[in-house]
């Protein structure tokens, strides 16, 4: 009886040990983070909180840290939905990415209907203040600012700058270094892919930004990608470190146009293995975030018709090809056969 105790904890043991981990195996990569996105929604999964727990060194809460969730109607703060995340991370030794403070989208009507700057500069404060505060010394990076760019380069109509003016940027990350001066703070956008206004925009500001003086550390690139259009994202995440500042992928996935098939997984490990290497490549890189954790709970299923399949597990949470192509990326093992799913020497593709 006792022997056999004693085996199952030494095959456990082993078992975790033989686990890949990515989260592991980016930091002897000398990075902070190989994340995923989840929410107490989730996480209702048990399967996601194995996988997080089993694959992952940090997750960013993927609706419950915004502003119409904290603060649905003014001065009533709702933390229910953050803490839960937050708990999970802390039991669990989870990093958190917190997102996000200053955002146009899902921020509710009252914020929107205001006019006056002074009442709006309060309410910002309030509310970074607020948050910030409740999870000071937890969150590990903070997207303070989040799309603030239309894709031609100008600024975003939000209510933020139609009346205060590029400076809500700055006012923003002055308030947010001034709450949790541990947490990096950052600025965070999607379509930095490739080249084009919107880069050239936000490296434009990058630079007034730090001309100023703003405390601001890093950008992060969403990077939600379409299958076989990756080549540019390497070299204009290496223009975005260029500008001095850390920069992290925070919402990678890579989606596919149905129907999907073996031919199209492939694919997609081969463009898991770019990216996510195209981070390992650039030493101000510091991590990549993957926004969620399975198929099924992806946003790209309700957003875009007739794609899918982004993540790096399948609808029941098994591994797919581009697990693999994030394992070779991370310099696990060589991909010696890219057709198989699981050439890589490792665990890779068995499912578990
Ligand atoms: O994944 C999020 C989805 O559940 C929400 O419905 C959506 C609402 O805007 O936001 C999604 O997350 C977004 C993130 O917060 C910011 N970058 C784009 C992400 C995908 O839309």
């Known amino acids: 009886m006792k022997f056999s105790t004693t085996l199952s904890a030494f095959v456990l043991a082993f078992a975790s040990f033989a686990q890949a981990q990515l989260g592991d195996k980016i930091a002897a990569k000398g990075k902070a983070n190989f994340g995923a996105a989840a929410d107490a929604n989730t996480l209702q999964n048990a399967n996601v909180q194995r996988l997080l727990q089993e694959e992952f060194s940090s ?26 995340l937050v708990d999970f991370a802390v039991e669990n030794g989870l990093d958190i990415r917190g997102h996000t403070l200053v955002w146009h989208s899902q921020l ?49 109509n939000s209510v933020f700058f139609r009346l205060l003016g590029e400076e809500f940027i700055d006012t923003a990350f002055n308030i947010a270094a001034s709450v949790d001066p541990s947490s ?14 919107k880069i050239d925009a ?6 007034r ?6 405390p601001i550390d890093g950008v992060g690139s969403q990077a939600h990608l379409i299958l076989g259009q990756v080549g540019s ?18 919402e990678l996935d890579i989606r596919i146009e149905a129907p999907v098939d073996q031919a199209k997984l492939i694919q997609q490990q ?22 969620g954790v399975g198929d099924k709970d992806s946003w790209v299923d309700a957003t875009f018709a007739g794609f899918d399949s982004p993540l790096l597990f399948d609808d029941g949470f098994v591994k797919k090809p581009a697990y ?29």
Request: aromatic residues 8%; charged residues 15%; glycine residues 14%.
């Open 108 to 156: 509710p009507a009252y914020v929107d209907a205001i006019i006056d700057k002074d009442q709006l500069l309060a309410l910002m404060e309030n509310h970074i203040n607020t948050t910030m505060s409740r999870y000071q010394g937890k969150i590990f990076q903070w997207d303070v600012v989040n799309e603030v760019f239309e894709e031609d380069g100008s600024f975003r």
């Open 233 to 250: 994202v390497g070299a204009q995440l290496a223009r975005l470190a260029e500008t001095g500042l850390e920069v992290a992928i925070t």
């Open 202 to 207: 936000m490296i434009g500001l990058l630079g």
């Open 209 to 214: 930004l730090q001309t100023r003086g703003v």
């Open 59 to 84: 997750v960013t809460p993927e609706n419950s840290m915004k502003w119409e969730v904290i603060q649905p109607s003014l001065g009533t703060f709702n933390f229910q939905q953050s803490d839960a």
């Open 184 to 197: 990096k703070l950052y600025i965070n956008d999607f379509n930095l892919d490739g080249p084009g206004p």
């Open 324 to 352: 693999a192509g994030v394992e070779a990326a991370l310099g696990a093992s060589v991909v010696v056969n890219p057709g198989s799913g699981q050439g890589n020497g490792g665990d890779g593709g068995n499912g578990c």
């Open 270 to 291: 081969q463009d898991y293995q770019t990216v996510v290497g195209d981070c390992i490549g650039i030493a101000a890189c510091v991590g990549v975030t993957v926004w």
